[in-house]
């Protein structure tokens, strides 16, 4: 069909938090924002389209998961995963950062340990401790350039803990990891073993990269349905996060009547039904524009890649499988945490999520977000180039 993404939409002055809340988060309103996991894409038309006939019908009342949103759904997850899945297994909450939020509280107890693969998505270790429990870690390996899994030291994160509960982040988020059905098998095994339940983190698995495929955690072995949730929504994959919609998807009747039973104590009623047809549209409609995105994002990949090797050889990308997130090492320019932070920020005015964020001993990368426009990108990495180079004159006068 031919989508423009090269198309510059100008999101400043719309209550944009990308874009209009820098005075708030930054101090400061003069950066360039590659940062949070929001898109500056356009909605393909025909999802357009059935927003719009929904507000010209004028009405707003409560609505439900009816069947064509349940076939829209299905059919994605089959379709795409081949993942055959029931409608009773199905909760909608208003995103997957709620949702992790809920599971814990339905699966674990105050003081419980709840294990995390560092680095990885901040709020996963807020959520965590702001909800009373205990956060154990098994770091990620980073070696030859990539990360891999320490499963010795997971299982004995496991052991000495007492863990109850495993976020997976799959595909993983910073560092673009697309885990293999062996790695999943390894660690769902050890999880069954010590009566763990998986809090499978799915959000990005529409975005893996050409050689790479998506193993939904239940798929890996027919075992794991009894013991995971999986956190799917239409939001990164469409840009609608802002619409607030999600699909947990718990196959397992006991999880999900504590599961549900949470969300009523919390007094949560339904979803926007605004959000609800965005998500029914785009999984009927958004096919074809996904696969025109994805092609486009291997584009800014390819240039980033580029740029990087030929203009800021210091700087390290390690190659993602997966995401729109490119993470970055950025330790080849020799300087510590803090003038790293000084660099991206004061002199190439750019606005990076910092790499201290996703875990300890990660001051040295920054995540940046390549689902934008390529002359976005291209001016982010030249206002780089130019800080990286006014540093390097810095140090030689």
């Not at 995971?228 to 990164?236: E, G, L, N, Q």
Request: with cysteine; aromatic share 10%; hydrophobic share 40%.
């Amino acid at each position: 069909m031919g989508y423009d993404f090269d198309a510059v939409h100008d999101r400043r002055g719309t209550d944009c938090e990308k874009y209009d809340a820098g005075m708030q988060l930054k101090g400061r309103d003069d950066l360039l924002p590659l940062w949070v996991a929001d898109m500056d894409f356009a909605l393909p038309d025909e999802v357009l389209d059935d927003l719009r006939a929904a507000v010209d019908r004028g009405i707003f009342g409560y609505g439900f998961a009816g069947t064509r949103y349940y076939d829209a759904v299905q059919g994605w997850f089959e379709n795409r995963f081949g993942w055959k899945t029931e409608r009773s297994w199905f909760v909608q909450t208003p995103g997957v950062v709620f949702a992790i939020g809920a599971a814990l509280q339905a699966f674990t107890e105050p003081g419980d340990a709840v294990l995390v693969q560092q680095p990885v998505y901040y709020p996963f270790a807020q959520l965590v401790e702001a909800n009373g429990r205990e956060l154990a870690n098994s770091p990620l390996v980073y070696e030859d350039g990539r990360y891999r899994i320490d499963f010795d030291d997971f299982e004995r994160q496991v052991r000495e803990h007492g863990v109850r509960a495993f976020i997976l982040c799959s595909p993983h988020n910073p560092v673009g990891r697309v885990w293999r059905p062996e790695e999943l098998e390894r660690v769902g095994r050890i999880c069954m073993e010590h009566d763990v339940v998986v809090i499978a983190d799915e959000i990005h698995a529409d975005f893996t990269r050409p050689g790479h495929r998506h193993h939904m955690f239940p798929l890996v072995d027919p075992a794991f349905e009894d013991r995971c949730i999986v956190c799917t929504a239409p939001s990164k994959t469409f840009n609608i996060a802002g619409l607030q919609v999600a699909n947990i998807i718990i196959p397992n009747e006991g999880l999900r009547r504590r599961y549900r039973d949470v969300l009523g104590r919390l007094g949560y009623l339904g979803t926007n039904v605004l959000a609800m047809e965005a998500c029914r549209s785009a999984y009927e409609h958004g096919g074809p524009w996904l696969a025109e995105l994805k092609d486009y994002l291997e584009g800014n990949l390819a240039y980033l890649r580029d740029f990087l090797r030929e203009r800021i050889p210091a700087v390290k990308l390690v190659e993602p499988e997966g995401t729109y997130l490119a993470w970055l090492d950025c330790a080849g320019l020799g300087l510590a945490d803090e003038a790293l932070e000084e660099l991206i920020v004061d002199r190439a005015h750019l606005w990076l999520d910092a790499g201290s964020m996703f875990g300890p001993g990660c001051g040295q990368f920054e995540r940046v977000n390549i689902a934008c426009p390529r002359s976005t990108l291209a001016r982010a990495l030249e206002q780089l180039e130019a800080a990286v180079h006014a540093v390097a004159v810095d140090d030689e006068k």
